[in-house]
Each structure stands twice: as structure tokens, then as C-alpha cells.
């Protein structure tokens, strides 16, 4: 995509011919007009084919050489300062090698000038393309032409001019020369050179003829530098979309830098190309990044190789382009680059706002080797990437703030939940023991007074107290497992139905309400008025998790006792002035639509305005050091994670309403449970032989009498260990493991089982079963997983799943 032209080598003579001009054309010109036009017609001609354009200079080359009758001919073209030959024909492989450029830098013009440190664009060719001649000077002809047909007369007239250029003409012997700037305008495009070894060969009508062949040519030639320049714009305009469209993409900031410097890289082309970033917090290297070919090649020459160009590109605070490296390299930055080969280069700082973010290195092996255009490109780049830089920091930090937020939240959350749980903990305690004594009561009665086992009536009733009393401890582990499981952010919406939800909550918080008032002699009653709601769509433990702390908030403000009503209705949310003033809501602005409304009222207290307007703030709290400020803010955000709000009506001396305005997103049908036996539920399977591994002797007798009852053939072993050696004895259709022993626990048992006989089924029976499924837990190779107690249908219906018997379900 460089504007940089490439010599095209034209039938270069190694042993120059003697021409004449082209007889029509020459006597056409001197007849004063004629033949300028056939020379002017036939450029145009060649010109306006369609072959490629540089192609087809060298035929045009060729007319000004037939024209003119003359042994060489070279075109030089403007390429950023200098004028390299870009078509040549009858000069030697020698002199356009050592005069291709004319600026200073090259090793050729060094050893040409002598040393004298004259300016190389101080030659003859230099002074014409630099406007220097005199217009009365005696070779300068009327089209502004240097015209020489005798060396000799030229350096006796101009000897001061002639002893401080290079002479390379001079010196090939070449004795008239033509030097015709390429003008369109004002604007110079280029140089036409004409040579020959013989004097006197340009007549006045020759000279008039190719100038204005050479003005036809530099309007061509404009012409095609405009077309090439929009092409090229055109080109680095979809460089630098593709880029900002890969910048957008990512959010990744080395990533973008890295992609960014590929297609800079590649696309421009580039030998070397750096970012360097300041460190934003401090002082530090800061992040520095290769194109995918300079890394490379800085990887090949070793690191201890390659200069630290974090140093030096951290102090560059202005756009800067280093056209030689060697010369300038006196100063740290071209001296750098002259170690990393590098003849230019492009320095160009990303600035954002009013200070330096980074550096933009973009380097070429050649010396001047940057066009303006590509300039131009690398510095809108370098905006966009400062852009990008910017925004992706800044997206970073918001991230971090964020992570950092959602983690607080979390121990917020989890802190809240802890308190929860202390006051909960004594009614729990109190739920246990009152399980627990019709257990231990009925059981010692039989136990000391067997007589009364002969009253069968009797004796089956206080079994099947103890049965129930057995049970509902069971269920206090498993409400407490709702409350305990951890909560994520990201956990999947699922169906909810409300009404159950409430049941749960009203269960979950009774020790409070219930018993723990009690002690102090006051009753809290609590009433229920649930209407048909349609399904709504969350995360269930989140929203119980929030109505039980709005309960807890309740009874707190009920130290005498009182009356809670929860209540759940369907409303159409259309919102009135009224409404806004009596209330205070919370939450995302509610759209208009149909809302399931859950109500918390009680009747204590109540709350003054100035605490309804703030009882939503984190941290804020009217229970001093017994609470936290978190239990309201923590609904506050539960509510609106699901799109709802939450609306607070108090009035000090007649108590508080919180209801949580929750939007039903759809509706679907939902089975109504059927409460049935599980042992109805299940086909009957015996015969198997189990392998049952528990260390507990209790649950192995309980289990012993289970499966035998069921007519299966029963093994047993105390640990995991014993249990593999049994089972490698090989005859069993089916283990089951309890999950913590000594010796070996269950969740290795399970996964050399598994590993020994993939298709055998595996239960495993945990009194941690309750925790395990909150988290989604189950250990590799188990089946099936069921918790402690158990009963005889949970434990058929297990065996029956694990065993792949198909489950009625009418």
C-alpha cells in the first residue's frame, strides 16, 4: 500500500549508441510546431492505453529518446523529500545505482560528495528540481529547462556551482544534457533527464519539442498520482475501519493491541511495529506490545539484543518522524532504531485528554520510507487506539468495581442469612426436642412395659407417633436447607409458585414468631390470605430469603405481640399521583401490566416518614447494634434483580404494609401436586443381591431389615475398603454406600465401582444428602442419592430408579 516506487529497469545499455533524431519529428519541430504535437500526441496516446500505468512510461521514454536522438533518458518522481529514478533507459546499471536519490543519507552520496558534506540536492539535477537556476543564466532556456551542450562551457561558466555538485554526468563523459522539470502548475511532480555523449545535440526546437512532450507527461502523470493517492486513501480508509471494527469487538486490551499491530504489520507494511501504554497506577514499566513479525524477530535475536524501548518511548510527548536513523542518530530515540535496523520510522504519542497515554512505533528497514498518506493513516490510528485504550481501561475498571460490589453483596447476603440463622437457631432446637420426645417417650413406655405390646391397637399408634415424630425432624433439616444453600447470581429462572413459597416461609420463621415470643409471655398470630396467582418466573430461595426477613422485620417491630398478615393477590399496575405520595416504592419503575402482589402487614409500630424514606438505604437501621441496616436493602435488591419494586405504607401507631410488586412474565400450566404413597408409587423388585456399606451398625440393622423384607439377598461391610474387597469377590446387582466413614469413604467406593463395572448402580445414602443436592452436588459414579433418615418406600423407590425400574407416575 506504499506510495514508494520501485525502479523499473528500460533496456539499460551497457555501451551507449550514437542516435539521430526522428527525421519527421525533428523537421516537424523545427518547422515550429508540428512536431511538438506528434510527440505530445503520441504520450498521450501510449498513456491513455490500458496497460498498467509505470509499464508503460518506458515506451514513453522511448519517444522522447527517438524525438530528441539522444542516448539516455531517466525519469525521477517525487517520493516524500527525495526524487529516486523511477524509469530509466541507455544510463548504466552504475549510474542509476549511485544517483537514484538525490537527498543525503545514502552511502553512495557519502562517498560522492568527498566528504565535503555538501547537500546531495546541491547536484545539477538537485538545483533544477530546487527552482536555483538564474532565468537569465545561458543554459537555462525559456520553459525554465537546463539546456547543456558542452560540459566544458558549463563548468567554465557556472565553475563555482559546477565544484560543489557531485558531477556523476561529467564524469560518465556525457557532453549535452537536458534537465526538464515535471510541472503541473506550481506543483513539481518529478525531473525528465536527456542525455548524450556527443556536444551540441539540443537545438532550440528539439528543447521546445520535449518540453512540451514533458509538460504532456507531468499533467499524465498528475493525473495518475491523484487516482493513486485516492485509491490509497480509500485503501487505509478500510485498513482503518477493519481495524476499529476488531477494536469494538474485544474488551480485551491486549488482545486489540495485538490484533491492531497485525494489520499495521501486514497491511502497510511495516518492518517493526511497538505499543508502548503507561502504567495508570503509578510508577511501572507499563505494557508494552509487538506486532505477531516483530515479536518474532525480537525473539530470534535474543532479548539481551534488543534495546528497552519502554525508556525511551515513555518520555516521547510529541509526533515525530525520523527520516534517517543513521543521521540523527545522535539523539537516544534514532540511535535505538538504528540498532534495531531501522533506516525511518513513525513516533507518534496517544494522547487522551491532556496527558501522554502511549507510543506508536512504526518502523522501516529503508531510510525516508514513509509516504505522507501512510503519515496521515498512522496518525488517525494512533487516535483510535488512544480511544480504545481509554475505553478499555475504563471498562476494566468498571469491571473490577463491579466484581468487587457483587462480592460485598455477597457477603452482605451471606452475613444477613448468618443472622437469620441465629435467631432462628433456638427455635430449631426447640422443633427438635418436641420431635424428638414422642420418640424417646412412646419408645422407653414399650421398652418398660412390654405387656402392652399385646395391645396391638395401642402399640401400632405409638409406633406410628414415633414414625411421624421421626419424620417431621427430617423436615426441619430440610427447610433449613433452602435457607442455607448458597446463592448465585447466576442461578437459572425457574417456575415459582408463590403461594407455596409463603407456606414455606410462614414454617421456616415460627420459631421466631411463635416460640421465642411465647417465652415472654406475648403471641404473635399469623394469618394467611392467599389468592390464585399465576406462575411467576425467578429464583425461588431468593424470594423466600427475602420474605422471611420481612417477616423477621415485623415480629421485631411487635416486641408486645401482634397480628402478621401475608397476603398474595394479582393486580394491574397503573400507577396515580395518589398513589406516589402515599407511598414510598423502591425498585425498577414498573411498567404498566398485570403484578402478583405479596403483602407483609403487621400491626405494631409502624414507621415515621423520615424512616419510610430511608428504611431502604444499606447500613441504616433503628435497631442499633442488634441489627445490621441490610435486612430491607437486601429484599431491595432480590426485588429488583426480578424486575419488580418494593412499596412500603406505615403510619406510626398502626403498623406497617410491605408488599413486593412481582411481574407475571408469561403464564404456563402447572400440574397441581397429588399427594400419594410412595410405596404405591413403585414396583416391588427382589432378588438382587446388595452390597450395603455403612460404619453405623444402626443403619446397617435398618437397612438389613429393609432389603430382606423386600426378599433381597443382603452383604454387608463396616468401611469403604472392606466394601471394594467384597465387591471385586464379584455376584452384586447393586451397592449402596454411605458417603463419610473411616477406612475408606463413599464417594472413592462409588468411583472404583464405577470404574470396575460401569453399568453397576450405586445409591448413596448421606445424612448430608439435604446440602448435597442444594449444590448440585453428586459424586462421580453415584446413581442415585438419598438422605438419612430414610424410609422403606423412599428406600424402594431408590433401589427401583438406580435399577432402572420404570416408575408408575398414575
Not at 183 to 204: A, C, E
Not at 439 to 465: C, H, N, T, V
Not at 611 to 630: D, I, L, N, Q, Y
Not at 773 to 795: C, F, N, R, T
Request: with cysteine; glycine share 10%; hydrophobic share 40%.
Amino acid at each position: 500500500m506504499s506510495l514508494n516506487w520501485g525502479y523499473i529497469s528500460c533496456n539499460i545499455m551497457s555501451e551507449p549508441k550514437t542516435r539521430t533524431p526522428d527525421s519527421a519529428t525533428a523537421d516537424a519541430a523545427a518547422d515550429g510546431g508540428p512536431g511538438r504535437q506528434t510527440l505530445v500526441r503520441r504520450i498521450l496516446g501510449i498513456l491513455g492505453q490500458g496497460s498498467a500505468f509505470p509499464e508503460r512510461l518506458r515506451v514513453v521514454l522511448d519517444c522522447f529518446q527517438d524525438a530528441a536522438g539522444c542516448e539516455a533518458v531517466g525519469l525521477r518522481l517525487r517520493t516524500g523529500p527525495d526524487f529516486p529514478y523511477l524509469a530509466a533507459i541507455g544510463f548504466s546499471e552504475e549510474h542509476v545505482r549511485l544517483e537514484s536519490r538525490l537527498r543525503k543519507g545514502a552511502e553512495s552520496h557519502t562517498a560522492e560528495s568527498g566528504g565535503s558534506g555538501a547537500p546531495p540536492l546541491e547536484c545539477i539535477c538537485g538545483r533544477v528540481l530546487s527552482e536555483k537556476l538564474a532565468a537569465d543564466s545561458p543554459f537555462c532556456s525559456p520553459g525554465g529547462s537546463l539546456v547543456v551542450n558542452s560540459a566544458a562551457d558549463f563548468h567554465a561558466v557556472a565553475a563555482e556551482s559546477a565544484s560543489s555538485v557531485r558531477g556523476r554526468c561529467c564524469i560518465e563523459g556525457y557532453q549535452s544534457m537536458a534537465l526538464l522539470p515535471l510541472k503541473n502548475g506550481t506543483k513539481i511532480l518529478g525531473l525528465l533527464q536527456v542525455n548524450d555523449r556527443r556536444p551540441n545535440v539540443f537545438s532550440p526546437a528539439v528543447v521546445a519539442m520535449i518540453e512540451e512532450g514533458a509538460a504532456a507527461l507531468a499533467v499524465a502523470i498528475d493525473g495518475w498520482l491523484t487516482q493513486q493517492k485516492l485509491q490509497h486513501q480509500l485503501e487505509y480508509a478500510e485498513l482503518l475501519g477493519e481495524i476499529i471494527h476488531d477494536m469494538g469487538s474485544s474488551r480485551d486490551l491486549s488482545n486489540t493491541l495485538e490484533i491492531s499491530l497485525a494489520h499495521v504489520e501486514e497491511r502497510l507494511p511495516a518492518d517493526f511495529v511497538a505499543v508502548w501504554l503507561a502504567n495508570e497506577v503509578g510508577a511501572g514499566p507499563g505494557l508494552l506490545k509487538h506486532g505477531p513479525q516483530t515479536e518474532a524477530a525480537v525473539g530470534a535475536a535474543g532479548a539481551e539484543n534488543v534495546p528497552d524501548l519502554a525508556p525511551l518511548l515513555a518520555v516521547q510527548t510529541e509526533a515525530l518522524y525520523v527520516a534517517d536513523a543513521v543521521q540523527a542518530a545522535d539523539a537516544a530515540l534514532p540511535r535505538m532504531l538504528t540498532t534495531l535496523h531501522l533506516g525511518s520510522a513513525v513516533v507518534l504519542p496517544l494522547n487522551v485528554e491532556d496527558r501522554t497515554a502511549g507510543v506508536l512505533l512504526v518502523g522501516r528497514t529503508g531510510v525516508d520510507d514513509f509516504a505522507t498518506e501512510e503519515i496521515n493513516f498512522l496518525q488517525e490510528l494512533a487516535g483510535h487506539l488512544s480511544l480504545a485504550a481509554h475505553h478499555m481501561r475504563l471498562y476494566q475498571k468498571l469491571h473490577n468495581a463491579y466484581e468487587g460490589l457483587r462480592q460485598s453483596q455477597e457477603v452482605v447476603m451471606q452475613q444477613e442469612r448468618l443472622r437469620a440463622l441465629g435467631q432462628m437457631a433456638s427455635g430449631v432446637a426447640h422443633d427438635f426436642n418436641n420431635t424428638l420426645a414422642p420418640i424417646l417417650g412412646f419408645s422407653d413406655l414399650l421398652l418398660m412395659r412390654p405387656e402392652m405390646l399385646a395391645d396391638r391397637a395401642r402399640s401400632k399408634q405409638y409406633i406410628e407417633m414415633i414414625n411421624t415424630a421421626a419424620r417431621d425432624a427430617g423436615k426441619v433439616v430440610s427447610r433449613l436447607r433452602e435457607f442455607y444453600r448458597a446463592r448465585d447470581l447466576n442461578d437459572a429462572v425457574a417456575p415459582i409458585l408463590i403461594n407455596r413459597v409463603v407456606e414455606q416461609v410462614i414454617s421456616l420463621t415460627q420459631p421466631k414468631w411463635k416460640d421465642q415470643v411465647q417465652v415472654s409471655g406475648n403471641l404473635i398470630e399469623v394469618e394467611r390470605e392467599l389468592q390464585e396467582a399465576p406462575v411467576l418466573y425467578g429464583n425461588e430461595a431468593e424470594l423466600r430469603e427475602a420474605l422471611i426477613n420481612l417477616v423477621f422485620n415485623a415480629v421485631d417491630a411487635m416486641p408486645d405481640g401482634g397480628r402478621i398478615t401475608l397476603r398474595t393477590r394479582t393486580a394491574r399496575h397503573a400507577p396515580t399521583a395518589a398513589e406516589e405520595e402515599d407511598a414510598v416504592t423502591a425498585g425498577s419503575p414498573l411498567a404498566p401490566g398485570i403484578y402478583v402482589v405479596i403483602d407483609v402487614e403487621d400491626n405494631g409500630a409502624g414507621m415515621p416518614p423520615e424512616v419510610r424514606h430511608r428504611c431502604m438505604e444499606p447500613f441504616f437501621s433503628t435497631k442499633g447494634s442488634a441489627g445490621t441496616g441490610m435486612g430491607l436493602a437486601t429484599v431491595y435488591g432480590t426485588v429488583r434483580r426480578h424486575n419488580g419494586a418494593v412499596r412500603i405504607d406505615s403510619e406510626v401507631g398502626r403498623g406497617t404494609t410491605i408488599s413486593v410488586w412481582l411481574p407475571v412474565e408469561g403464564t404456563r400450566e402447572v400440574k397441581k401436586n397429588r399427594r400419594h404413597d410412595p410405596a404405591a408409587d413403585t414396583a416391588v423388585l427382589s432378588g438382587v443381591r446388595v452390597l450395603v456399606v455403612e460404619d453405623d451398625p444402626r443403619v446397617r440393622e435398618v437397612l438389613l431389615a429393609f432389603l430382606t423384607g423386600e426378599g433381597h439377598i443382603v452383604d454387608v461391610a463396616t468401611n469403604g475398603k472392606e466394601g471394594l474387597m467384597k465387591f471385586r469377590r464379584g455376584g452384586f446387582g447393586l451397592v449402596i454406600t454411605d458417603r463419610s466413614m473411616s477406612g475408606g469413604g463413599g464417594d472413592q467406593l462409588a468411583a472404583a465401582v464405577k470404574q470396575a463395572s460401569p453399568s453397576m448402580p450405586v445409591i448413596m445414602l448421606t445424612g448430608f444428602s439435604e446440602f448435597m443436592k442444594a449444590d448440585s452436588e453428586k459424586p462421580e459414579g453415584v446413581d442415585v442419592l438419598v438422605g438419612k433418615p430414610i424410609s422403606m418406600a423412599e428406600l424402594r423407590q431408590a433401589v427401583a430408579e438406580a435399577m432402572g425400574s420404570e416408575r408408575l407416575t398414575e
